[in-house]
Nanobody, 120 residues
Framework: QLQASGGGLAQPGGSLTLSCAAS????????IGWFRQAPGKEREGLSC????????YYAASVKGRFTISADKAKNTVYLTMNSLKPEDTAVYYC???????????????WGQGTLVTVSS
C-alpha cells in the first residue's frame, strides 16, 4: 500500500514536500514515480526514482524545480517542490513500477492522491 501526504495550500513561489510511504512491501525493488492530475487534464508523469541505484528522472515541466528523493530506512519517497506556480495545482499521486519511465501505463500500484493548491 502507498500513502501519499503533504499536500496543501502554497503561495506562488513557495515550496511543499510530498511524502509517499510504502507499507507491506519494500520499495527497494521498484521505481517510484510521482504524477499529478489537474481538473480536466490527463494524469502527467513528473519524476521517478530507481530505488536500486538512486537514478532520478524528471519531466521537462518540473526539472530544476522539483526534486525526488528516497529514504530507504523509512521506505518513503519524497517530492520537494520549489518555485511553485498556480499551474502546479493538481492532485498528486505516487505509484510503483518494476520498470523505468514516466509513462502512466507502466505503473500498476497507485496510492491515493494528495491535493496541492498554489494560490495567493
Amino acid at each position: 500500500q502507498l500513502q501519499a501526504s503533504g499536500g496543501g495550500l502554497a503561495q506562488p513561489g513557495g515550496s511543499l514536500t510530498l511524502s509517499c510511504a510504502a507499507s507491506g512491501f519494500n520499495l527497494a525493488y521498484y521505481c517510484i514515480g510521482w504524477f499529478r492530475q489537474a481538473p480536466g487534464k490527463e494524469r502527467e508523469g513528473l519524476s521517478c526514482i530507481d530505488i536500486s541505484d538512486g537514478n532520478t528522472y524528471y519531466a521537462a515541466s518540473v526539472k530544476g524545480r522539483f526534486t525526488i528523493s528516497a529514504d530507504k530506512a523509512k521506505n518513503t519517497v519524497y517530492l520537494t517542490m520549489n518555485s511553485l506556480k498556480p499551474e502546479d495545482t493538481a492532485v498528486y499521486y505516487c505509484a510503483t513500477t518494476p520498470l523505468i519511465g514516466l509513462d502512466v501505463t507502466l505503473y500498476k500500484h497507485w496510492g491515493q492522491g494528495t491535493l496541492v493548491t498554489v494560490s495567493s
